[in-house]
């Protein structure tokens, strides 16, 4: 199995990244940072709104099994992609939503995903979801990986379960 990658900003990235542990295919997430310019940030660090980085889901996945399409389809069900640097409450740069391609065949999905969501919203809304290259992606602090998996901030774990569809608590 030739496993391939993709990245995705969506706001906080717990919730986008349980979401993407649940799908079938996928093989491993981790949260971190992506598309800034600071060298190793910290969570501290890309709070501040300096670095540039946006919150970003890493994700492994077998191709055959669920399509980088999938993906996206996931993606656009957890953002709100006209929203310019905010998801819900989280405001800042590192909350803008993207997708972040490895190879032109995901800059050519994403593309056209975002033109069917975009007819969707008609003339009554822009996106404003960001289809750029990827650059490095930094891992987050160990705390924040399947942070809402493990319990989050009040110690509820939420399920992982391939195929779940339980209502994902952003914060635990």
């Not at 995705?8 to 349980?18: A, D, K, M, P, V």
């Not at 006209?82 to 800059?107: H, K, M, P």
Request: hydrophobic content about 30%; overall charge neutral; aromatic content about 12%.
């Amino acid at each position: 199995m030739a496993l391939e990658t993709a990245l995705f900003g969506g706001g906080c990235f717990w919730g986008l990244e349980l979401a993407l542990q649940r799908v079938q295919g996928v093989a491993e997430t981790e949260v971190g940072y992506s598309q800034g310019h600071l060298p190793n940030p910290t969570y501290d660090a890309v709070c501040t709104g300096s670095t540039g980085h946006a919150e970003v889901v890493r994700i492994r996945f077998d191709p055959t099994v669920c399509p980088y399409e999938n993906l996206l389809d996931v993606f656009w069900s957890r953002v709100d992609p006209t929203t310019l640097n905010r998801q819900g409450n989280d405001v800042g740069t590192q909350y803008r939503s993207g997708i972040y391609y490895y190879t032109e065949a995901q800059a050519a999905s994403a593309q056209k995903s975002l033109e069917v969501k975009q007819k969707e919203f008609g003339d009554k809304k822009k996106i404003v979801t960001e289809i750029l290259p990827a650059k490095t992606f930094y891992r987050a602090e160990e705390y924040h990986q399947q942070y809402l998996e493990k319990g989050g901030r009040n110690g509820a774990k939420q399920s992982a379960r391939k195929g779940c569809n339980d209502p994902i608590r952003c914060y635990g």
